[in-house]
């Protein structure tokens, strides 16, 4: 181990005199002397170890003791002087004391001091010396021409002197130049090789190419979200508010913490019905801020697209989308697209007369000459050197690994691997541990997780940060920020894991248990990240838990076509499962199935998967049995069997409960209370979503806590207790907006909208939905956008303005509610005859097209099941139907027929299929009395009795009171002031 000590002299006053500069100088001195490999030994002391695993560790301590004076030089007038110590091999008990003690025998400050104990070690580095008398301390002085690291070796061997003068020529052409196409094409053997000139073209020495510029494909992985989310700078997403100005500013507080949770997770896990536009209008926002900040820099901002061949079709479409944003949004943007095919197919957008550059390989004599200059020791014959560079792909990169191969005398007789591969095996055991992990895991680990396991079993912080830091210089690896995933050289891995001494077993079963403990404590970012690992090494029951997990997660969403593009993808290839790890994998993917099929309500596609025996095994046992169960009770629930659905449903809730799975019983108990909804068991349904909704706030589930109370209130509002329902909106359509769940907001207001206008609240009803419309059409959702613009309709008609509520309905699509709408306002206009003439001719259209009913059909307007399709599908339609047909008998009774009306009416008017079955079942009572207050008709009912029921009925409706008296008080104040309420007072109902 080697040391870095630096003392400054009477520290302690020159912080009191100068706290900011002091304090500056502190933490750069920390921030250069960590990028070196080196660590803080001791909180409190000014020590820096490194690691001494390989022979070029003296040139980094050295480096590093050279930058640090120099940072110390641009101080200066800050400090009364400095020492800095090297040393090597000590025991770190008495280091603080033994270094505050050699800093005493300096004879000189400002300098750079070594050990005598160490000074054996950088012999090769250094000019002769004499050591000081009475010191143990000798003065530094570095060679001029030190010996080259490895690392140096490599960079001076993969540069391009042969190519960068032309192609820098070319690129500045292309991106100053106005009549320039907005993209170039650079094709290349080797796109490592193109990002290393890339660098030195594009002065890219502050690495924003991989900070900043660069979107890579995710190879053999499912999820379409990972290039984009990744692209994202992680790190500098709280500092982008500082490069934007004006209206862009607000937007970003709130894109923030969007982007910041897409990006540090799986964006499914966030997933709302405008997801996509949201994150891609973010970013966007996110690059205005990268644009200024680049500003400051000499690189240009090249949006740099690394094999756009290998993204798979749905991350094509999703970056697509974002370019053509980018173009609209800046014109000037330049595109470079890196790929070993010029003919291969681009992102749509990306291949308008983008011009096409190649890079060709290095020519065979310039190959001679960079090898004799690098590796000057070896004594190979040209034509040994040039069949080598044919054989290594005419790859740089690869001869140089042959080469330094050959300078360390590497051989074995493994004929399996490539130069790269090579070079590693035989190597230290922890070097091939970092591979073997970071391999599999590269879609969910992140540096620090790398440091903090292999730390945990042992293994010095300066030993880790070494040999992660020797793979990044080296090629091998390379972290995409802080917050996971990382880029990995393709490596024969298994044949790496034939190195002597390398345990696999045991190294994946301690990884586990660390995995476990990430997954407890919540630093697990990518779910997806996760299975893939898992999917390949480790425990199999912990990945069927989270393979389980993302295709809940996908079908939740809708996302069907992901979903079993997943559960048809290699699932644990060459692994061997017991039988109960089988029958798990068979329920996960049975259940999955049979729910794309439900969710797509496809009666073709869910009677194959009967016949394949979906449902053979009535009894799921094993893994997962209980999703197995859970979506048996959705089959059985949409054919109508709410008795076996329920039955079922309970099976699986008890499964869930007894694996201590929430998430689970969260599902099960919003799927038991919607069972009971379409039985009509309010109160019970009530229950449960209660439930629900009570375990979803204890896991801070937030999505799961916005459907279990969005089917709590409607609940509440089709079946009674619209207080309840009015209560719970006010506390959710804030956490709808919060979350960014645009179609539950909107929903949410068109349902308050709803119950305002039930008030007779009609001005607040109103302005309500027109906020609900004004959201849908700014996301598109049309559907939504015309029934809600039917609500505003209907709102002013009651408000006395029924000329314009009639001019807003006769330009909605044809149908039974529009008709009926429609037929109301006439009646409020006083005419009554085309108000029957409207429900009539739509009565014919509805007995001869049944779909003639609803614009919402498609949308869960509160009649409609919102989750799994459990409740009754024509309740609505009855409902509305009902409405209609009463509101007609009205008309009608008032234009002079009413004997007929009561005839049509007085099937209705039954108070017990009112309170069970009929939400609005009070107007057909306030009908019929309109009707004998009006024409003086003679019938079974007298006027108050009828106005009677139709209050009781909405004193029922509107809530649950302990007392006459608090129902008549309820009543009195100005919330209710409806036709009924306005009745009933009359009458001293109230």
Not at 265 to 276: A, T, V
Not at 709 to 734: C, D
Not at 772 to 792: A, C, D, P, Q
Not at 868 to 887: I, P, T
Request: with cysteine; hydrophobic share 40%; net charge negative.
């Amino acid at each position: 181990m080697f040391y870095i000590f630096f003392k400054l002299e009477n520290k302690k006053q020159l912080i009191q005199l100068y706290p900011t500069p002091l304090e500056e100088l502190e933490k750069r001195a920390a921030e250069l002397i960590h990028s070196c490999g080196g660590s803080r030994l001791v909180d409190e002391g000014d020590i820096f170890q490194f690691a001494a695993l390989y022979r070029e560790t003296a040139i980094y301590v050295m480096e590093c003791a050279e930058s640090l004076k120099s940072l110390l030089d641009e101080y200066r007038q800050y400090l009364c002087g400095f020492s800095i110590i090297i040393s090597s091999g000590h025991e770190q008990d008495d280091l603080v004391q033994h270094f505050h003690n050699l800093s005493l025998t300096t004879s000189e400050e400002n300098c750079i001091w070594m050990e005598d104990s160490v000074r054996d070690k950088f012999s090769d580095y250094l000019e002769p010396a004499k050591r000081e008398e009475y010191s143990q301390l000798f003065p530094v002085q570095i060679k001029v021409d030190k010996l080259l690291s490895i690392e140096e070796r490599y960079r001076r061997f993969i540069k391009r002197e042969d190519l960068i003068p032309s192609l820098q020529n070319d690129i500045n052409q292309w991106l100053y130049r106005q009549d320039e196409s907005p993209g170039m094409v650079m094709t290349s053997n080797s796109q490592e090789e193109t990002l290393n000139i890339l660098r030195t073209i594009l002065d890219d020495s502050h690495h924003l190419i991989e900070n900043f510029l660069l979107i890579e494909p995710a190879e053999d992985f499912w999820d379409p979200w990972y290039p984009l989310c990744h692209f994202i700078n992680k790190d500098f997403l709280p500092h982008v508010e500082q490069y934007l100005s004006g209206d862009d500013k607000l937007v970003w507080k709130e894109d923030k913490i969007f982007l910041e949770n897409i990006s540090r997770g799986d964006w499914y896990l966030h997933y709302y019905d405008q997801i996509e536009i949201d994150f891609l209008k973010a970013v966007v926002l996110y690059w205005r801020g990268c644009l200024k900040k680049l500003d400051t820099y000499p690189t240009p901002p090249v949006l740099i697209i690394r094999n756009p061949g290998l993204f798979s079709e749905n991350s094509k479409i999703l970056i697509s989308h974002f370019v053509a944003l980018l173009k609209e949004s800046f014109p000037r943007q330049k595109f470079l697209l890196l790929t070993g095919d010029s003919d291969g197919p681009l992102p749509e957008g990306l291949d308008d007369n983008f011009r096409k550059r190649s890079i060709p390989p290095m020519a065979d004599e310039d190959v001679r000459l960079k090898a004799a200059d690098v590796f000057p020791e070896l004594k190979l014959s040209p034509d040994e050197l040039i069949k080598a560079y044919k054989a290594e792909g005419r790859r740089l990169m690869s001869l140089f690994y042959f080469l330094q191969n050959r300078l360390e005398a590497i051989q074995h007789t493994r004929t399996d691997l490539s130069s790269p591969g090579a070079y590693l095996f035989g190597r230290d055991k922890c070097s091939i541990e970092i591979l073997s992990l970071c391999f599999p895991g590269r879609y969910c680990l992140t540096r620090s997780q790398v440091i903090e396991f292999f730390h945990s079993r042992g293994i010095s912080l300066p030993e880790i940060e070494e040999r992660l830091k020797r793979f990044e210089n080296l090629g091998y690896l390379r972290f995409l920020g802080t917050t996971g995933g990382l880029w990995c050289r393709p490596l024969e891995l298994a044949v790496l894991e034939e190195t002597p001494g390398f345990d696999g077993e045991e190294l994946t079963e301690d990884f586990i248990r660390f995995l476990s403990r990430e997954m407890e404590d919540g630093k697990i970012g990518s779910l997806s990240g996760l299975f893939y690992y898992l999917n390949q090494k480790g425990s199999i029951d912990f990945g069927l838990d989270i393979l389980n997990r993302i295709i809940h997660h996908l079908l939740k969403i809708r996302e069907n076509d992901l979903a079993e593009d997943l559960l048809n993808s290699p699932l644990f290839e060459n692994r061997t499962l017991t039988f109960s790890q089988q029958e798990g994998l068979h329920n996960i993917q049975y259940a999955g199935r049979l729910r794309s099929a439900l969710l797509r309500n496809s009666k073709e596609e869910i009677s194959v998967k009967l016949d394949a025996g979906y449902l053979s095994l009535m009894e799921a046992q094993g893994a997962c049995s209980e999703e197995f169960l859970l979506q048996q009770a959705h089959y059985h629930a949409l054919n109508g069997d709410s008795e076996l659905a329920q039955t079922t449903v309970k099976a699986s809730l008890f499964a869930f409960q007894k694996n201590s799975d929430h998430y689970g019983e969260i599902r099960a108990n919003t799927a038991l209370a919607l069972t009971m909804l379409s039985q009509r068991k309010l109160s019970a349904s009530l229950d449960y979503f209660e439930i629900a909704l009570r375990i979803s706030e204890q896991l801070r589930d937030k999505e799961a806590a916005l459907i279990s109370g969005k089917l709590m209130v409607l609940s509440s509002y089709l079946y009674g207790n619209l207080s309840l329902a009015l209560r719970s909106l006010e506390r959710h359509i804030p956490l709808a907006q919060k979350e960014r769940n645009r179609e539950t907001q909107i929903f949410q207001l068109f349902l308050k909208g709803r119950i305002l206008f039930e008030l007779g609240r009609y001005s607040e009803a109103f302005k309500t939905l027109k906020l609900g419309r004004r959201l849908s059409k700014r996301y598109f959702l049309t559907k939504e956008s015309h029934v809600i613009t039917s609500w505003m309709a209907r709102s002013l008609c009651f408000g006395h303005n029924e000329k314009i509520a009639d001019e807003l309905l006769s330009r909605q699509s044809s149908n039974l509610e529009t008709a009926y709408f429609r037929a109301e306002a006439a009646y409020m206009s006083g005419d009554k005859k085309i108000g029957i003439s409207y429900l009539e001719e739509a009565f014919r259209e509805y007995d001869q097209n049944p779909l003639y009913i609803h614009e919402m059909d498609s949308w869960l307007d509160g009649y409609r099941v919102i989750e799994g399709r459990l409740s009754d599908k024509d309740f609505y339609e009855d409902v509305l139907l009902d409405q209609a047909r009463g509101f007609y008998y009205l008309l009608i009774g008032l234009n002079g027929e009413p004997e007929k009306a009561w005839e049509g009416l007085a099937p209705l008017c039954r108070m017990d299929r009112a309170y069970n079955q009929q939400p609005f079942g009070y107007y057909f009572f306030l009908y019929a009395a309109e009707i004998i207050e009006q024409t003086g008709i003679v019938v079974s009912e007298t006027h108050q009795s009828l106005v009677s029921h139709a209050f009781k009925l909405l004193q029922t409706r509107a809530g649950r009171f302990d007392s006459q008296q608090m129902k008549h008080n309820f009543f009195r104040k100005n919330y209710w002031n409806n036709e009924i309420v306005l009745k009933a007072q009359e009458l001293n109902l109230i």
